[in-house]
Each structure stands twice: as C-alpha cells, then as structure tokens.
C-alpha cells in the first residue's frame, strides 16, 4: 500500500487507487482533449494518463504508481476540475507475498512500513504502532558534492554558508558558486548536522568536488519531523479526510525563498512552477538546482519537460545565454512605506507574454527605422469598398491593406521572413507568409495569426482580421491561431501616438508598429497639399537585418501603400 490512496480491499495481490485531477491553478472546468490510454492497459509510474488543456496550456494527468488501467472515469471533449476522479488503477499491494496469511498475518507483516497506516485518520493506538514499527533508519557521514554544472571547471566559491556543527534542513543551501554570469548555491542532500567543511571561500571547484561532510540519517524510516519536511519539497500523493488520492504538489517556499536571497538563478514563480508541465521527480530535481519550470521548454512527450531540459537550461544560465541570468537585479522596495498600496495579481496572459518579451529584448539587439506612409488613395479606395464589404458582415479596416502590403514587402526582402537558426549561422528562409496582429483584449495583448495572407485578398484578410480579433476579446482563441507567424503587424492606429518601438516577436526578426494617421501638409514641388500620412515603425533584430536594410524595407512598404492597386487584386 502507498500513503495517501483510497484502497479497495478486493486481490490479496493488488489494490485500486483513484486517480483525481491535480492542483491546476484558477481554472475550473477545463477540457479533456485526449485520453491516452485504454482500459486494461498496464502504466508505469508518471505515464500520462489523460491530456488537459486550458487557453494557454496543455498538461498531462500521471499515473501515480505502476498499475493496470482498471477503467476510465473520462472521455475526450469532457470538462474536469481540481479532485475530478479521471480513472482507477490496480497496483501491486505489499502484502502479495502473504498470500495464503490471513489478514491479521498481513497487516502484521505490513506493520514496518509506516507509510500504510496513514491512510485511516490515525489513531492514537495506530500512531503507537507506527512509531513502534517504523524503521530507525541509519545515521552515516554523507559527503556534500558539487553538482553538474555545465561545461565550467575550476568554478569559484564565494561564499560558504554553514560551519561546523551547524544543523541543516534537507536543500538548504552550504556553499556558494559563482561563474561569469551567474551564481549558484549547492545544497544540502539530506537534513543533519555539518561534520567537517572541505572549503573555503575564494577556492576553485569542479563537478564532484567535496564541499563538506555531514551525519545525516540516510535509508529506513524517518522521524515525523523529518518525514514532514521531506514531504514538503517532495511531490507526494495528498489525501483528503477519507483516504482517497489527490494528486498534488507542495512547495518549500520558504528554501526557495533562501535560495533567492542569497543571489542565487533568479526566483522561481511559484504559480506558473506549479503548473509547469513535468513529473515530480523533475519538479524536485529543478528544485535542487533552483531552476525555474517556467522559463524551461519541455523536450519530451507533448512538451513534457525532462531532466535533461533542466540540465541544459541550468547551463546556458552559467553561460550567461538564458535571458539575463547575469543582469543586475532591480531593488526590491517597500512601496507601503511611502503610503497606501493595493497588491493586484498580474493578468495571466501578461504572466505569459512578459518572460518572452524580456527574452526577446534581452537576447535579440532591437533597433528601430521610422519612416511615413502616403495612404491618401489607399484610404480612398478603402472607403470605396466599405459598402461592399459591409454587405459580405466584413469590416474593411486599413490593417487588411497593411497586411497585403507587408506580404510584398516579404518577398522583396526575404531576410525578413526569416528566423535565425539556434546555432546563430544559418538564416531559415520562410517560404509562406503567415502574419500576426496585435489585438488589445481585456486581459492583455494576444496576437493572433492569418494564416497564407499571400494567397487571400483584402476581403479576404479583413474578414479573418474580425473573425480572430473577436475571438481574442472573448478568450475563445486556440492555440492553433496563435502559432506559424513569420511578421507581426502591432497597430495602434485606432488610438494614437505618432511613433513607439515594438518588441520584436521571437523568433521572428522584425515586427511593424503602426501608429495614428494624420493629415500633413505635403510639397509636391510647387505647393503644400494635404496628403494622409501613415506613421511606420519597424524593429528588427539587428544580428540579421542591417540598418539600410531596414530603411529600404519601411520605405519600399510605403511605396506599395502609396500606389494601393496591387492590394486589391
């Protein structure tokens, strides 16, 4: 038997568990889009059992032991929540030995294993017998190594934060690493007292090196206390009062916590950590590692994030090349002291979008190029249109226009419908014209993509622009209209502003920004006329594009939308 399971007594060899869907943050009613197993079907531990997905998301519900699939509680397409049965396994019970014992035989036989009384409320008489037949476990000397730590060797030590004697909880840091870029601490394995420090501060490590010696009580049982503190960083099975599984996770913040304070990777988010798409032994090994779930792309199977994702990321973060590892922190300040304040949460989209932002500004050298647009007879033409596309429910808008003549623009200068590879020496040249458009929503910024814009007219593109920009303001978006963009058009016309400088959306190397036409007086030669003029503002990622690359780029667009013909068409 295992903690925390609602068990079924049935076969002497096997017990059913419920499976429940996890802890997964403010949402409720979330759908189920795929059920990845049969009835019948044997699972290992953390085989997914069931796909969820949320508007940004998608997340696997893992078997919590190795079982059979006894039945399935769900079908694609239903909605679930926090604590929704999803299925019953049939695992392995510890008594299968016993077979032919009896009952008062088996329990007796399980009475070492202080783990399978705690599923009944307990007891003081149960607690008696758990503390009588709970395993003393072994004190031993643990040797404190340094952990993998990239491609570095002869690392320095800056600080060592524990001494002789000291006692320790299980992850609390000991010695302090620091590279070029970043620092780290290495902590400890086990909760115990520090026997003997091998370092001192100013001393060069390697992977394996011994920082310290500890006594620590390794193997067996563990006393409540430490079981406790254990389970606190651990993911393990919760319970609710009568036994049953609720597949969930608790966070040691307060290690965390530490481990930030002292100049450590950068804090984690606990709540997009929380919902990070890993196993628990992930979870506890990024943990260990300090790194954040949230900034690591899963490799694994739909996304899934692997040891070796942590492994890789932890790396490039010592190599300075995760997104500002290195960067000097902003100060924290007690805004309270000045005078009143309201903590609000951040908006989940903007919890999304800002780490990509950062990582885009942090990572790609943005510039700039402004230039002015004459849309007189383009917007002549628009309202010409207007009536025949409002006949068709089609709002003729000039991002359609926009749209259609960034598509030329595209194929005269491909190095914008381009990416650059991750190796940073080969361009990937986009043969299609996906683009992306800003759309402001309620809850933040979204930007849906128009997929094939190239072989749409501009009735064509204004009827998509309304259909996904509506979709946006009702959260109905999926995650398919969001994905595929090789430029991205951010207007903001409709509210103001004569210029700004859009964050380029990587992998992308160039976004448009566009801002409020207005009416100029222009000198055609002899005389000032009015002429609408268009304001255009394109960054790019200048490690790919030059800057009279750009500038032939925003004027040869103006062009096209100056002589609008070829828009229409």
């Known amino acids: 038997m295992k903690f925390g399971y609602n068990l079924e007594k049935g076969n002497p060899m096997a017990d059913k568990i419920q499976v429940k869907v996890p802890d997964i943050g403010d949402f409720d009613a979330v759908e189920v889009i795929d059920v990845l197993v049969s009835e019948g079907d044997s699972v290992e531990a953390e085989d997914g059992l069931i796909t969820l997905e949320t508007d940004k998301a998608a997340m696997d519900v893992p078997a919590p032991e190795a079982g059979k699939v006894v039945s399935l509680k769900v079908s694609a397409g239903d909605k679930v929540a926090e604590g929704t049965v999803i299925a019953e396994l049939e695992v392995a019970g510890d008594g299968g030995s016993d077979e032919g014992a009896s009952a008062d035989d088996r329990d007796s036989g399980d009475a070492g294993e202080s783990e399978a009384s705690a599923t009944d409320a307990p007891s003081e008489e149960a607690s008696g017998d758990r503390e009588k037949a709970a395993p003393a476990g072994e004190r031993k000397e643990v040797e404190i190594t340094v952990p993998d730590i990239g491609d570095f060797d002869e690392v320095e030590l800056i600080d060592v934060l524990v001494s002789e004697g000291d006692e320790v909880e299980e992850e609390q840091g000991i010695v302090t690493l620091e ?321 700004f400088t859009p964050i380029v959306n990587a992998p992308e190397v160039a976004i448009l920004g566009v801002s409020k036409a207005e009416m100029k007086p222009v000198w055609n030669g002899q005389d000032f006329e009015p002429r609408l003029t268009l304001p255009l503002s394109l960054s790019y990622d200048h490690r790919v594009i030059d800057g009279a690359a750009a500038a032939r780029f925003t004027r040869y667009l103006a062009d096209v939308l100056a002589d609008c013909r070829n828009l229409v068409m």
């Open 179 to 499: 590279t070029d870029k970043a620092a780290m601490d290495v902590p400890a394995p086990h909760a115990g007292t520090i026997k003997s420090v091998k370092v001192k501060a100013g001393d060069k490590v390697s992977e394996g090196s011994v920082v310290a010696v500890m006594e620590a009580l390794v193997g067996g049982g563990e006393s409540e206390a430490a079981a406790d503190s254990a389970s606190s960083e651990s993911v393990a099975p919760a319970t609710t009062g009568k036994g049953e599984v609720v597949a969930t996770e608790t966070r040691d913040t307060a290690g965390t916590d530490k481990r930030a304070d002292r100049g450590s990777l950068q804090a984690i988010d606990e709540s997009g950590f929380a919902k990070a798409h890993a196993t628990p032994s992930v979870r506890r090994f990024a943990r260990e590692l300090g790194a954040d779930l949230v900034k690591i792309h899963g490799s694994g199977y739909k996304g899934r994030i692997t040891h070796e994702d942590v492994k890789k990321w932890v790396k490039s973060q010592l190599r300075g090349a995760g997104g500002g590892a290195g960067l000097p922190q902003v100060p924290e300040i007690d805004h309270s002291k000045f005078g009143d304040v309201e903590r609000v949460p951040l908006g989940r989209i903007k919890k999304i979008s800002g780490p990509r932002l950062q990582a885009s500004w942090v990572n790609a050298p943005h510039v700039t190029q402004h230039d002015d647009a004459d849309i007189t007879k383009m917007d002549a033409v628009r309202k010409a249109l207007k009536s025949d596309a409002e006949s068709m429910g089609i709002k003729m808008t000039p991002l359609a226009f926009i749209m259609k003549a960034c598509v030329h623009a595209l194929r005269e200068f491909p190095d914008f419908n381009s990416s650059l590879d991750p190796d940073g020496e080969h361009l990937i040249m986009k043969k299609y014209f996906h683009l992306g458009f800003a759309a402001d929503t309620p809850n933040g910024l979204v930007v849906p993509v128009i997929r094939d814009v190239d072989e749409k007219n501009v009735f064509d593109v204004a009827r998509e622009l309304g259909e996904l920009a509506e979709k946006a303001r009702n959260g109905k978006l999926q995650q398919k209209h969001m994905q595929g963009a090789c430029f991205t058009v951010s207007s903001l016309g409709g509210i103001g502003g004569t210029a």
